[in-house]
């Protein structure tokens, strides 16, 4: 899940960035020190939404940068635990799916990619036995957040699964969506037709007498 997060920090700006204006450059050095920062409390920072306010600039002797203390807030990704992506596949193995949702990518198990039993061929393609569904590199999927671990706070680590009702490849939960929908009851005839037709019934049984 997406987050704005407010922080406060003492931001270095270089001399080389005194030409700009002062918060030009504090956002900038901002954007440096914590694009791509990865923490189990932020989760990722994506990028600097914006500056709440910027203090006065102290230098310090030996150094030349000035120092600011900044408030300013990150957009940030959190994996939640049950959460629903939106993702695109990145690549597929014997093992399963790689799916990436926007700033991270996470792991699909092949037992988790559909509710069948699963082949996977050489051309990158995993295919389901009984509903001869497929999944390939490039498709759009519904996925839901079954694991996640910080362990490895440089690289973390996401379980997903697709085999629950309205997962999966999109076009999966289109046809799902398309086998539900009521069928169209076929419209009753109307009063004219039908005393029309009773007419002409009638009309003809006559004839068929004489």
Known sequence: MFYKVQLKDHIRVPPNLFNLPLEEA???????????????????????????????????????????????????????????????????????????????????????????????????????????????????????IIAVSFKDILNPKLGLTMRQQGLGRLEWIKEELEEKAPKKEEKAPKKEEKEHKEHKEHKEKREHKK
Do not use: W
């Open 26 to 144: 504090v956002i900038k050095r901002i954007k440096t020190k914590y694009n791509g920062f990865i923490s189990k409390d932020l989760g990722i920072v994506v990028d600097v939404s914006g500056m709440k306010d910027i203090g006065e600039g102290v230098i310090i002797p030996g150094d030349g940068a000035s120092y600011y203390d900044a408030s300013f807030e990150l957009l940030t990704f959190k994996p939640e635990m049950q959460e629903v992506v939106l993702g695109k596949i990145k690549d597929i193995a014997e093992f399963g799916a790689f799916i990436n949702i926007g700033p991270i990518d996470g792991m699909i198990h092949i037992s988790q990619t559909m509710d069948d039993f699963v082949s996977f061929s050489k051309d990158k393609t995993l295919a389901g036995k009984e509903t001869k569904r497929t999944l390939k590199v490039n498709d759009l999927c519904r996925a839901r």
